[in-house]
C-alpha cells in the first residue's frame, strides 16, 4: 500500500468534511457558470467525501448525469480538492444518480459474467473500470458467492471472476 493510499484511508472526519466542502464550492461555481440548476449534498462514509448533485425531474442537470461527464468531473473535483487542501483526493461525485444507476449497470454485467460462468467458462472477464467500479463489482461479486481479483495495469486494468 503506498502512503497516498494509506493517508486516505485513515483521513479523519474532518479532512472529508473540507474535502467535501472545497468539491461543493467548486461544483457549485461549475453549475452557476453553465446555468444549470441542483442541489448539493455532502456526506463522508467510507473513508471518502461524497458529493451529489440532485435537482428535481425536467431540469437541466441530465445534461451532466451521464457516466462519462460524471468521470470527468470527478477527476476536475479531485484536482481542485488536491490544489487547495495539498492531499490527493478520492473523492466521489454523483450528479442526479448517476452513481445509482451505474451500480445497476454493473450488476447486470456481473449478472452476465456469472452466467457465463454457470454455462461452463472457467473466468469470465469484465472490461476495464475505474477502481471505485471494480470495488463495486467486486462487492456485486463476493454477495453472488464468486471470487473475483483485478488484474492488468493503468487504464486496462479490469476484474476477472472465478467460482468460489
Do not use: W
Amino acid at each position: 500500500m503506498t502512503d497516498v493510499q494509506n493517508d486516505t484511508q485513515t483521513a479523519t472526519r474532518e479532512q472529508l468534511d473540507r474535502e467535501g466542502d472545497v468539491a461543493a464550492d467548486y461544483i457549485e461555481e461549475l453549475l452557476d457558470i453553465c446555468d444549470i440548476d441542483g442541489d448539493i449534498d455532502i456526506d463522508a462514509r467510507n473513508g471518502r467525501a461524497y458529493v451529489s448533485v440532485n435537482a428535481d425531474d425536467g431540469t437541466n442537470l441530465r445534461v451532466l448525469a451521464n457516466p462519462e461527464a460524471v468521470n470527468a468531473l470527478q477527476e476536475l473535483t479531485r484536482l481542485a480538492v488536491q490544489s487547495k487542501t495539498g492531499v490527493f483526493s478520492r473523492l466521489i461525485l454523483d450528479i442526479g444518480g448517476s452513481r445509482d444507476a451505474r451500480q445497476a449497470e454493473l450488476a447486470a454485467l456481473v449478472g452476465r459474467a456469472i452466467e457465463r460462468i454457470e454455462a461452463g467458462s472457467s473466468e469470465a472477464a469484465l472490461p476495464p473500470m475505474s477502481s471505485y467500479e471494480r470495488k463495486l463489482v467486486h462487492d456485486v461479486v463476493a454477495e453472488r458467492g464468486y471470487v473475483s481479483e483485478s488484474r492488468g495495469e493503468g487504464s486496462e486494468r479490469h476484474t476477472v471472476i472465478t467460482p468460489a
